[in-house]
T-cell receptor
Framework: GAGVSQSPSNKVTEKGKDVELRCDPI?????LYWYRQSLGQGLEFLIY????????KSGLPSDRFSAERTGGSVSTLTIQRTQQEDSAVYLC??????????FGPGTRLTVL | GIQVEQSPPDLILQEGANSTLRCNFS?????LQWFHQNPWGQLINLFY???GTKQNGRLSATTVATERYSLLYISSSQTTDSGVYFC??????????FGKGTMLLVSP
């Protein structure tokens, strides 16, 4: 597609449930990134993929968070046993060398 | 890690005014980007500018990499320019580190 797409755009879940967030990067972009933005906070890095491998997972806040990327394209971010502090907007970005990162519209996650 | 400081934190302008937003960073970088986050939360790329000067319509940006700062100029501001402007830097071809942003409100 023309830009990075994410789904769902909004997700409301109950505390303790698992959620999956999806990102479709721009076609041909080899790098993919997940960030999150909590209310009133800046953007926090979560994980970075180059192809299907994740050389930098340093931003994942706990072992409840995991991500994978398949076929060098689509990525899913999974949060297990969600907590209220996981409520945030989860943003995905993709890039190719020398052009910078392009962001999707985000998934707004609300944990009740 | 690298530190990114943006100023001012908040800015209120009358439509038609010009403004300059600043981004200071603490170490050498291989990438610097400016983004506009609109009221719907979408991060819109403004400039990819690790060095030099670029212009796009009423917006322009300059990065002086040797002095570790970048400036974003908005001329003849419009109400649609309102939102949060983020500067973000990348060191080592991995993640972007964002500043806290400048919140801009342009009133009619």
């Amino acid at each position: 597609g023309a830009g990075v797409s994410q789904s769902p755009s909004n997700k409301v879940t109950e505390k303790g449930k698992d959620v999956e967030l999806r990102c479709d990067p721009i076609s041909g972009h080899t790098a993919l990134y997940w960030y999150r933005q909590s209310l009133g906070q800046g953007l926090e890095f979560l994980i970075y993929f180059q192809g299907n491998s994740a050389p930098d997972k340093s931003g994942l806040p706990s072992d409840r968070f995991s991500a994978e990327r398949t076929g060098g394209s689509v990525s899913t971010l999974t949060i297990q046993r969600t907590q209220q502090e996981d409520s945030a907007v989860y943003l995905c970005a993709s890039s190719s060398t020398g052009i910078g990162q392009f962001f999707g519209p985000g998934t707004r996650l609300t944990v009740l | 890690g690298i530190q990114v400081e943006q100023s001012p934190p908040d800015l209120i302008l009358q439509e038609g005014a010009n403004s300059t937003l600043r981004c200071n960073f603490s170490d050498s970088v291989n990438n610097l980007q400016w983004f506009h986050q609109n009221p719907w939360g979408q991060l819109i790329n403004l400039f990819y500018i690790p060095s030099g000067t670029k212009q796009n319509g009423r917006l322009s940006a300059t990065t002086v990499a040797t002095e570790r700062y970048s400036l974003l100029y908005i001329s003849s501001s419009q109400t649609t320019d309102s939102g949060v402007y983020f500067c973000a830097v990348e060191r080592g071809y991995s993640t972007l580190t964002f500043g806290k942003g400048t919140m801009l409100l342009v009133s009619p």
